[in-house]
């Protein structure tokens, strides 16, 4: 018998063979391991089954937390470095209004903000 593939590929041709396939102890263990690994693996995955509804949930949770976050973060922003800023770069020759500022704040991130909160709170039917 020849060492020699019985295919082209190099794959074992099972049907044409007539040596038996013969693997060692270790070779064995660690298949029967492997697939007993998988296995467990499979039970997990069917025991956690995907639910579309919780899903939507939570990025919708998240996207409306990541807007809240983004906007108190900007107008401490605001609040903390307008009158920092007036303090150290300008002399009393018109300083930065909080007031002003504000409201350009609100009025360009309020309306994504708004509409961000009322689908996260809309209901689902």
């Not at 609040?79 to 609100?106: C, H, M, W, Y």
């Amino acid at each position: 018998m020849s060492d020699k593939p019985s295919t082209e590929k190099g794959g074992a041709d099972i049907t044409s063979s007539s040596r038996p396939i013969v693997i060692s102890s270790d070779t064995y263990m660690q298949s029967l391991e492997r697939v007993s690994r998988l296995s467990q693996l499979g039970k997990r995955v069917k025991e956690e089954k995907f639910d579309p509804k919780k899903h939507k949930d939570t990025k919708r949770a998240h996207i409306a937390m990541v807007f809240v976050y983004g906007y108190m973060l900007i107008v401490a922003i605001v609040i903390i470095g307008a009158p920092l800023f007036n303090a150290a770069f300008t002399n009393s020759k018109e300083p930065l209004d909080v007031e002003r500022i504000l409201a350009q704040v609100g009025s360009l991130i309020g309306a994504p903000l708004g509409f961000v909160i009322g689908y996260y709170f809309k209901e689902d039917k």
